[in-house]
């Protein structure tokens, strides 16, 4: 069985006009909530063996400050794809992590991340910024994942839900 940890980016900053939505960084709630969720990754024994983040500026920190509050210390994997992902994105992406590979984090943005999660357990969960989901999924190998795959929802927190 294989394990998805699925969140979206922490809270960005829309401070600086002009900026292209690629570039926004994270705003200082993202940079307080980010560790945060980390923390309760490390806490719930949930330490994934490989993150994947979209290569938008506030995922990627996200993944930074997550992987550092986790104690994960292997390299983050950008994924292009996973910027304005499409549930077909989010297939490509997860179906091609290599089988040594048993716990995955994947951060991204919506719309596409609760779309690609209502398709993986059947029902709508909202992903606010720096949300949560563990979702069992029944594979052996990654590349068994594809869109008929049903998961099972684990678990989902918010950061607000840690205050």
Known sequence: MKTLLLMRHAK?????????????PLSDRGKRDAPRMGKLILDLNLVPHRIISSTAKRARRTARKVAEACGFSNEIMKESQLYEASITDWILVL????????????????????????????????????ALAHVALPIDRWAEFNGETQGELIGFWTPKELD
Do not use: Q
């Not at 943005?109 to 606010?128: A, Q, R, V």
């Open 12 to 24: 960005s900053s829309w401070s600086e006009e002009g900026l292209p939505d690629h570039d926004r």
């Open 95 to 130: 179906s091609n992590v290599g089988d040594s590979t048993d716990r995955v984090l994947a951060i991204g943005h919506n719309p596409g991340i609760e779309e690609f999660l209502e398709k993986l357990i059947g029902d709508y969960e909202p992903m606010p910024t720096a």
